[in-house]
């Protein structure tokens, strides 16, 4: 447990106030519910690469758990889309998002079927990535 603590980089509160809020299992099962228009979508956010300096990394997959001629696992290990992204702090109360969308859904494929909430992700590879995206958030 010491040597864990002792790798991980440490970051601003605002950003590990924002990794609490952001982290996690969500889901449109109610919204589903209330109007079939809309999918059962699932969608994990993690924590990855917990050593990293420039910032909060996170990794997000998500899935329409619903979709015609598949089970729920099945749907899980198919995401329709994966993302890396890095949220930085600007000034105080403000973040930007970088959004990285993976090329290829085959290298961490089915997050969500395996059950725990973590990943044990590769070493980040920008030719797998494509950048697409900035967002600033003001709280």
């Known amino acids: 447990m010491t040597l864990l603590l002792l790798a991980m980089a440490t ?13 996690g299992r969500f889901s449109s099962v109610a919204q589903h519910r209330r109007d079939a228009r809309y999918d059962e979508v699932e969608a994990r956010v993690v924590r990855i690469w917990p050593d990293r300096e420039d910032g909060l990394w996170l990794y997000q997959e998500q899935a329409i758990v619903n979709r015609p001629g598949m089970t729920r696992l099945q749907a899980l290990a198919t995401p329709y889309f994966q993302f890396v992204a890095r949220i930085v702090p600007l000034k ?3 973040f930007r998002r970088d959004n990285f ?3 290829a859904n085959r290298p961490f494929k089915r997050m969500n079927s395996r059950g725990p ?13 494509r950048h697409t995206s900035n967002l600033n958030v003001d709280s």
């Open 92 to 94: 105080r109360g403000s």
């Open 117 to 129: 909430d973590t990943i044990k992700l590769p070493v980040f590879r920008p030719f797998r990535c």
């Open 11 to 23: 970051l601003d509160p605002q950003l590990e106030e924002y990794a609490a809020v952001a982290t």
């Open 101 to 103: 969308r993976l090329l």
